[in-house]
């Protein structure tokens, strides 16, 4: 069976991806902080026969996260599809958010290591297997302000468009290996806003993605 390993697997989207690549016949391996938390979640994915166990890991920490990783490779093997998606809903130390006079080292570095670090640690820990199988999916969430910048994300935006760089190049160096990377802002608050911000509707186009491939960037945003 194929895996995917969703990093900030929370009750929206994260529950959502696992749920549409669970159906499509993935394994689903759960990483946020809090193993009871994830074990629910996993539970609830159990209810629709979906495979699936959480594995606790701090993006903050990143000798967590690689040790979960280890754990979810012992566990299901071979990792097919990453996606990538935290979102800091609980106090997460040392993030904060700021408009852009206030940015400053401090309060951005938490937000480099939140976005940028985490995801490249994440991906260090796929990359070669998939490159050696010729076969893999690197998919990256962020919030519209990695695209286009807002005085409210004065700090936030700036450490998501380091990961949108970054992903963005990442996708033109994997052209032919078989791997495919891609940035998905999401320009929506999820669950506010009828249908189409809800985040069983959203995570179907990260179904569409891997399926179909495509280009290096999918902005979501909802019909005017
Ligand atoms: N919510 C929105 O309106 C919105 C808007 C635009 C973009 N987005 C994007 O959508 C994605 C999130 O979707 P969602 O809001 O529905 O969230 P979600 O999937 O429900 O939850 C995200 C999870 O990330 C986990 N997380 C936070 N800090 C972490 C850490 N240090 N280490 C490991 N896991 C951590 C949290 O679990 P723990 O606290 O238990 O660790 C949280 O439950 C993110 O990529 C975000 O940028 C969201």
Redesign the pocket.
């Known amino acids: 069976m194929p895996t995917i390993v969703i990093?900030?697997?929370?009750?929206?989207?994260?529950?959502s991806i696992g749920k549409v690549f669970g159906r499509n016949g993935f394994t689903v391996a759960l990483?946020?902080?809090?193993q009871a938390?994830l074990d629910a979640l996993a539970a609830q994915l159990r209810e629709h026969d979906i495979d699936a166990a959480g594995f606790a890991?701090?993006?903050?920490d990143r000798p967590s996260l690689v040790d979960a990783f280890d754990r979810i490779k012992q566990r299901y093997g071979a990792i097919d599809v990453l996606e990538y998606?935290?979102?800091?809903?609980?106090p997460?130390p040392g993030i904060t958010m700021t408009g852009p006079l206030e940015a400053s080292v401090d309060n951005l570095q938490p937000q480099i290591d939140?976005y940028l670090h985490g995801a490249v640690t994440a991906t260090q820990q796929v990359l070669t297997a998939m490159l050696d199988r010729g076969a893999g999916t690197l998919l990256y969430?962020?919030?519209?302000s990695s695209v286009h910048p807002n005085p409210m994300m004065g700090n936030v935006g700036p450490a998501?468009a380091a990961l949108r760089n970054w992903v963005l190049s990442l996708h033109q160096a994997l052209a032919g290996t078989g791997v495919y990377a891609a940035h998905v802002p999401?320009n929506?608050?999820?669950?506010?806003g009828g249908p189409d911000t809800e985040?069983a509707t959203i995570a179907e186009l990260y179904w569409t993605l891997h399926a179909k491939r495509g280009d290096a960037e999918h902005l979501y945003t909802t019909p005017a």
């Open positions: 990093v900030g697997a929370g009750p929206g989207l994260g529950l990483i946020a902080r809090d938390k890991a701090d993006i903050m998606s935290p979102a800091p809903h609980n997460v939140f969430t962020t919030g519209a998501a999401l929506v608050w999820i669950g506010t985040p």
